[in-house]
């Protein structure tokens, strides 16, 4: 009987994995590392918290959430582990490698860190894509990872989505994998929305929800969406930067400074948040702060047409006549339709 107690613990939390909502993952987590503690599930438990901290990693990187150092945790107890399968740190490696993004959208890169991830992503691609799909056919993580992997790579494209599916054939039907496979190069509202009826705990497919809402420019029912989201998960950059998207079409500009500015406080280096910014505080008509924030971005070479052209209209707005056609002129240069 002693030893079915924590063999049970084991089972309720592989069923978590692949419930596969962000809470029933770190559940999951939670419930694993309580076990290391057992010798008898020492073994399984931390193989378990390393799969379940590698996928609370990949969740926030593929839905754009500030990283809570989940891949951190899953490469020490990697590390520090004498018994755990060998295809497992490799997982992680590959979990390291994969871009940084919002579900379905890769961010191109803006940092030496960005652009060595996407070389030894494309540097190993044929032998992490050999180790992922066989893999998938044993492991929930493994199949999960080669989902994220192989549905939203540019190196990928050649692969059809039916191929990718057949490589997590063992685990079909399971929320964990009909969740990523919902979002694969498309977001499926019919298949996602019954995975939050049937769960409510999947809150996280709230946010897809409110982006299709927008994309139908259904700008209320977005806003619904992403409250809820909102509520149950804050510190989420791309959901911040996106509600700031909706406030400004509502001309809600107090609003939409205030969601790019908590934006830009988890994530810095968000170039379309800063450029955000700048028409917010222009609307606002804080035309001093408005050009401060436009230093940011040519400081940091992003956008500098647009840069330019919101410098320029906040300098002729504080009759800064000669340095605003300095700006236009500079704007365009890099302006396709200037």
Not at 58 to 73: F, P, V
Not at 183 to 208: G, N, Q
């Amino acid at each position: 009987m002693p030893q079915a107690v924590p063999a049970a613990r084991l089972a309720a939390a592989d069923a978590q994995i692949r419930a596969g909502c962000f809470d029933c993952l770190l559940s999951a987590y939670h419930d694993y590392d309580a076990l290391r503690t057992i010798p008898a599930a020492a073994d399984a438990a931390t193989a378990g918290a390393v799969r379940a901290a590698a996928l609370l990693a990949l969740r926030q990187n593929e839905l754009g959430m500030a990283d809570e150092g989940y891949l951190t945790i899953a490469k020490g107890l990697a590390g520090a582990a004498s018994n755990i399968p060998g295809w497992l740190p490799r997982i992680l490696e590959i979990v390291d490698a994969l871009p940084r993004r919002g579900v379905g959208v890769a961010r191109a890169p803006t940092s030496d860190v960005d652009l060595e991830r996407l070389r030894r992503l494309r540097e190993n691609r044929d032998s992490w894509s050999a180790l992922l799909r066989d893999a998938a056919r044993y492991d929930e993580a493994a199949a999960y990872t080669w989902l994220s992997f192989a549905c939203d790579a540019i190196d990928t494209r050649d692969i059809a989505r039916q191929e990718i599916f057949a490589a997590v054939e063992t685990f079909a039907g399971a929320p964990l994998i009909v969740y990523r496979e919902s979002l694969c190069r498309a977001t499926e509202v019919r298949a996602l929305a019954p995975l939050l009826t049937a769960d409510a705990r999947f809150v996280e497919i709230t946010y897809s929800l409110g982006e299709n809402f927008v994309r139908a420019r259904k700008l209320d029912d977005a806003e619904q969406m992403f409250q809820r989201a909102y509520a149950w998960h804050p510190r989420w950059p791309t959901l911040t930067q996106t509600m700031a998207g909706v406030a400004m079409s509502a001309e809600e500009f107090d609003r939409a400074l205030q969601l790019y500015q908590e934006t830009l406080a988890l994530d810095p280096r968000a170039p379309d948040a800063l450029l955000g910014k700048v028409r917010a505080l222009t609307y606002l008509k804080r035309n001093e702060d408005a050009i401060a924030a436009t230093d940011e971005l040519l400081a940091e070479r992003w956008y500098l047409g647009d840069a330019r052209y919101w410098r320029a209209l906040n300098e002729t707005q504080l009759t800064r006549y000669d340095a605003a056609w300095i700006d236009i002129e500079e704007a365009a240069k890099t302006l396709i339709n200037a």
